[in-house]
């Protein structure tokens, strides 16, 4: 028997088929939602490691999220487009997003995450006390179904409900059920509370019988499952609105959040939005108690404080007393949830930056000109005033063209896509970027303690290289730093012959885009009409489909050059048909 490390699972599978006869490989691990959950509880230690992604420097190639099949990295959309980010509140720290492509990716040794700070005013004890809320009685069974994701704590929200109906000398029956067993999987709690244990009759909720549902993730809840317990003017749903993102991010990296979806058939199958309370659980948290863990006990007590639970303020908090795990901070999850109900704009407003960690962060670019100001500042920072001028000159033109249909969706779309290929992150750039002032305060605001950065890069002159002759990450320490600071102010010799890294065929391949898109716009100007311009707005999109680093680019370029050939062979055939007529 030989133990190898779950990387070279992939090479034993391999070489066991060229095996006569029978073989056996055995793949043991502990789940890695336990080892969140034994941490939580003090059973295992954490690790003294977090990743983080560089925005930034992140091209939003998904690579990362399909090496680690993990729903904690998650989107997030910035000016220049969708990028990733890691939750810290449910991330497991498997590390397996580290072998994602991209180096983007750092890690923080020796510091742990900010907690808001503890004043008055994030003290819900502190503020004066609410009005308790009538609560329902239960003389035939009152139906609670929790919905929501594996490893986000449903089922505590769930045996919560339990013990404090126990204690409460009521009839209880609780039932769980669980799709995929990993974090992310849709899971519910099916609770049932009467006055005496005879007035319930079957464990689940059945159809049409739910009194309230307690959504802690709202695709959950608009599944067929979810709805079909719901019926209209008895339902009551405590809906969490944060979105997060499912399997098919992982596989899809530009997959939407259907919020507005999911909501209007919560609100249908309830009878109406007045069955809805509604409330960012997740943000208020994060932003109130330090982690988006408490989501659901904020939730819970949001929905007791609406008068949706028929169980007594003293019971439930008892409860969490017995869970005995995190008890104060999930006492004060639940009487957040309380003030959320009494009050959300006031624990909304209480939920802002305050005092040094306000994050300045630019509003999204809006009109043309904004849009274009922003990106020739950007370039001038990439490399000088006269690229970026370049940049702004031929867009320009593009305005100047389109201006006669009387639009500006063409030179919109050419502006954020040459920008693009103009941008290309080669070297210099990485360094820049990661030596950037405002990626490090953002480290500050996140982190505190003495910690280091460690960078995860497969350089082409010092990587491995795998089985597939793909290039492979590693860890480089604090010099590293050192390194980027020198490399960042060599940004003049991009392109030059003095360009060390120029002569790659990453790097001549991306100046290559560069012209050829120029080439493509400029063909597309040429025949511009109004009957054209949906066809040229798509192709001038295009370069949305070339994303990643290395491996990873090329294998998007290669998916995406067959379309921008079919594309323009369709755009030249309806020119040629314009003509003729």
């Known amino acids: 028997v030989t133990v190898h490390h779950r990387d070279d699972l992939d090479r034993q599978q391999r070489e066991f088929r060229t095996i006569p006869g029978t073989t056996a490989i055995v793949y043991d691990q502990t789940c890695a939602t336990e080892k969140r959950r034994r941490r939580k509880r003090g059973k295992l230690a954490t690790p003294d490691r977090t990743v983080v992604i560089n925005e930034a420097v992140c091209e939003g190639c998904g690579d990362c999220s399909a090496q680690s099949n993990c729903l ?12 990733r980010r890691i939750n810290q509140s449910s991330c497991n720290k498997d590390y397996a997003c ?8 750092v890690t923080v040794s020796g510091a742990t995450l900010k907690k808001p700070k503890k004043d008055r005013t994030h003290d819900p004890a502190a503020l004066p006390p609410l009005p308790e809320p009538p609560l329902p009685r239960c003389e035939q069974a009152w139906g609670i179904l929790v919905a929501g994701v594996g490893g986000t704590g449903v089922i505590t929200i769930g045996q919560l409900l339990g013990m404090a109906a126990h204690l409460e000398g009521k009839g209880i029956v609780t039932q769980d059920a669980g799709g995929l067993a990993q974090k992310g999987g849709a899971t519910w709690s099916h609770v049932q509370i009467a006055e005496r244990p005879d007035a319930i009759f079957c464990t689940k909720v059945g159809t049409a019988e739910a009194d309230l549902v307690i959504a802690c993730d709202a695709i959950v809840a608009a599944r067929k499952d979810t709805l079909a317990v719901m019926r209209e003017g008895r339902t009551h749903v405590a809906l969490n609105t944060h979105g997060s993102p499912t399997a098919a ?8 959040f259907p919020a507005a979806n999911c909501e209007r058939a919560i609100a249908q199958a309830a009878g109406g939005p007045q069955q809805l309370g509604r409330l960012d659980a997740e943000r208020l948290a994060t932003a109130l108690l330090g982690d988006a863990i408490y989501a659901n006990p904020l939730l819970l007590g ?6 949706w639970v028929p169980l007594g303020r003293a019971a439930l908090k008892r409860a969490i007393e017995l869970n005995g795990v995190q008890v104060a901070s999930n006492h004060a999850a639940f009487e ?41 500042e950007f370039l001038t920072g990439y490399q000088n005033a006269a690229y970026a001028g370049q940049y702004q000159a031929f867009v320009e033109r593009v305005r100047v063209a389109e201006a006669k249909l009387g639009s500006t969706k ?26 950037d002032p405002a990626f490090l305060d953002k480290i500050a605001q996140q982190f505190e303690g003495n910690y280091t950065l460690r960078h995860h890069l497969a350089p082409p002159a010092l990587a491995k290289r795998n ?19 020198l490399l960042a102010r060599l940004k003049g010799l991009r392109g030059t012959a003095l360009d060390p890294f120029g002569r790659t065929e990453e790097r001549q391949m991306e100046r290559a885009l560069i012209g050829r898109y120029k080439d493509t716009i400029e063909e597309l100007l040429a025949g511009l009409n109004a009957g054209n311009l949906a066809l040229a707005i798509e192709i001038a999109r295009l370069p949305e489909q070339i994303r990643g680093y290395g491996h990873v680019k090329e294998r998007h370029l290669q998916a995406a050059l067959p379309k921008w050939d079919a594309l323009m062979t369709q755009w030249r055939g309806s020119e040629a048909v314009s003509k003729a007529a």
């Open 249 to 256: 991010f992982v596989h899809q990296p530009d997959w939407q």
């Open 302 to 307: 949001y929905a007791w404080q609406r008068g």
């Open 336 to 376: 957040w949830g309380r003030r959320a109900a009494h009050d959300l704009a006031s624990v909304t407003a209480l939920a802002q930056p305050q005092g040094q960690v306000v994050q300045f962060v630019k509003k999204p670019a809006t009109t043309i000109d904004e849009i274009v100001a922003r990106r020739v």
């Open 467 to 485: 089985g597939q002759g793909e290039l492979v990450k590693q860890a480089y320490g604090p010099w590293m730093r050192t390194a980027f600071k």
């Open 98 to 105: 580290l072998k994602g492509f991209c180096p983007s990716f």
């Open 72 to 83: 904690s990295v998650e989107p997030v959309e910035t000016e220049f487009g969708r990028k």
């Open 410 to 435: 063409l030179t919109e779309t050419v502006a954020r896509y040459l920008f693009k290929l103009m941008a290309y992150k080669d070297e210099y750039e990485v360094a820049r970027l990661h030596t």
